[in-house]
């Protein structure tokens, strides 16, 4: 590997920020024959394999390394990169591998993001991470941290739905401020129990051996020793409190995020109350309806407070407090804004529709809009990487605050219907001392936790 290559990488990263989240220019790099050096940890999982062969389609990449808990995993994706180095542990390849590869993907269960995402950034590594960006509260300030010092490198958190038309095109008519001052925010998912994704029926098997292909020790991770059961692996461990993040985490990127975009005065909420039942011990509640407040001093918004609504398992606001004609909603995954001029409705799959005094308008028909051409969500990172403009969403800077809101309508299921004042600065609800002292972060198990980076 010729480090002067990997320097040069290292400098030319564009870092995407804002609304607009485009490359900076930086030239193409000079050798034609050189490509992006790829360490894939994750490997199948449910997304992990999809992210994968995405990135290795791009013609300047190339899949160098493998490295999965799950050793039939890891043989699985071997046959597609039969000259990637593999390992189980992703310690070992940074210590082992790092002067390998430039660049990383991350498509393991959200307990382990940050411990890996932040070794990654440490060690220079350019990062494409999947949501929700992490798993603690605390770990939001340390990816701010982490960018900040590293503004060289490209992040993207995997919100590969921002490709549609419709989704582009609410954005723009957000920051546009055609429908006129902001007034709330809704979002909802309907998070169902497609391939066995949650364990809403919060089902506790048996303690028992892992199965010989998975290293349990390593798949825990972070997280204290406990025992393997069923019902966790491959994908139900969304609905474990230590290891997921329920419906509201794993949709939030997907739902939340055209908010966020269409504007940038939301920066972190000043307070989250969430109602849910009573909390269980090693699960996440459900339902949830959850409602987060921010506190926003600009002309486009109606009042000093925007407050976003956040729900999970199919519930919805009523269409007629929201001066929408009866009928259903187009899609069990939803994002609403509610504007002094109208509404704006928006589809999971970028449905978008406009209303106006109860009649309805196709978003993309709106007058103004920009041409929106083709984009491939995982060959824009690494088109970044090499210094091509290319629209990038999401980079993590705006996946902390897409996460952030997520995170708290979460973590307040453990305290139902109870108001919290979020202080994202001294990561701390300033009325509630024990809300701080529980579900803010976690005790990392010793060998597993993220580093500072620098």
């Known amino acids: 590997?010729?480090?002067?290559?990997?320097?040069?990488?290292?400098?030319?990263?564009?870092?995407?920020m804002g609304l607009t989240t485009l490359g900076m220019g930086i030239p193409p790099r000079v050798d034609a024959n050189s490509k992006v050096q790829v360490l894939?940890?994750?490997v199948v999982g449910s997304i992990g394999g999809a992210d994968r062969r995405q990135i290795a389609g791009h013609e300047a990449t190339e899949i160098v390394g493998l490295c999965d808990v799950d050793a039939n995993y890891l043989e699985q994706a071997k046959a597609d990169h039969p000259d990637a180095f593999v390992c189980r542990d992703y310690r070992q390849?940074?210590?082992?591998?790092?002067?390998?590869?430039?660049?990383?993907?991350?498509?393991?269960?959200?307990?382990?993001?940050?411990?890996?995402?932040?070794?990654a950034l440490q060690h220079g590594k350019h990062v494409y991470g999947q949501k929700p960006l992490v798993h603690q509260l605390e770990e939001l300030v340390l990816i701010d941290r982490a960018i900040a010092a590293r503004p060289d490198l490209v992040t993207q958190v995997g919100n590969q739905r921002m490709v549609y038309p419709g989704r582009r095109a609410a954005v723009e008519i957000l920051r546009s401020g055609v429908l006129g001052r902001a007034i709330e925010g809704y979002a909802w998912t309907g998070a169902p129990n497609r391939g066995h994704y949650f364990n809403f029926d919060h089902v506790l098997s048996e303690e028992k051996a892992a199965p010989d292909h998975i290293d349990w020790n390593l798949w825990l991770g972070p997280c204290a020793e406990q025992a393997y059961r069923d019902h966790l692996i491959p994908l139900a461990w969304r609905s474990w409190?230590?290891?997921?993040?329920?419906?509201?985490?794993?949709?939030?990127?997907?739902v939340l995020d055209v908010i966020f975009f269409g504007y940038d005065e939301l920066v972190t909420p000043f307070s989250v109350k969430t109602h849910a039942p009573a909390p269980a011990d090693r699960f996440h509640a459900y339902p949830c309806q959850s409602t987060l407040t921010y506190a926003v001093d600009s002309p486009r918004f109606a009042r000093k407070f925007f407050p976003l609504h956040y729900y999970d398992r199919g519930q919805t606001p009523s269409r007629a407090a929201l001066g929408l004609p009866p009928g259903p909603w187009p899609?069990?995954?939803m994002t609403v804004v509610v504007c002094e001029g109208g509404v704006l409705s928006l589809t999971a799959g970028g449905g978008l529709e406009i209303w106006r005094d109860g009649k309805k308008i196709d978003g993309l028909a709106m007058p103004?809009?920009?041409?929106?051409?083709?984009l491939n969500h995982w060959h824009a990172w690494v088109d970044n990487i090499v210094?091509?403009?290319?629209?990038?969403?999401?980079?993590?800077?705006?996946?902390?605050?897409?996460?952030?809101?997520?995170?708290?309508?979460?973590?307040?299921?453990?305290f139902p219907g109870q108001e919290l004042h979020w202080n994202k600065a001294e990561l701390a609800f300033s009325n509630h001392q024990e809300a701080t002292d529980t579900i803010v972060r976690r005790q990392y198990r010793s060998g597993f936790g993220p580093p500072e980076v620098s």
């Open 93 to 119: 390849a940074f210590a082992e591998y790092a002067d390998r590869f430039d660049a990383v993907i991350v498509a393991v269960p959200d307990h382990s993001h940050a411990p890996i995402m932040l070794t």
């Open 40 to 42: 894939s940890i994750g």
């Open 368 to 374: 103004g809009l920009p041409e929106f051409p083709a």
């Open 331 to 333: 899609d069990s995954n």
């Open 387 to 414: 210094g091509k403009k290319t629209e990038l969403r999401t980079p993590f800077a705006d996946g902390v605050r897409i996460t952030e809101a997520a995170l708290l309508a979460v973590k307040a299921t453990r």
């Open 241 to 254: 409190w230590d290891f997921g993040s329920g419906g509201l985490g794993d949709w939030g990127v997907h």
């Open 1 to 16: 590997m010729n480090m002067d290559r990997r320097d040069f990488l290292r400098r030319s990263g564009a870092y995407g």
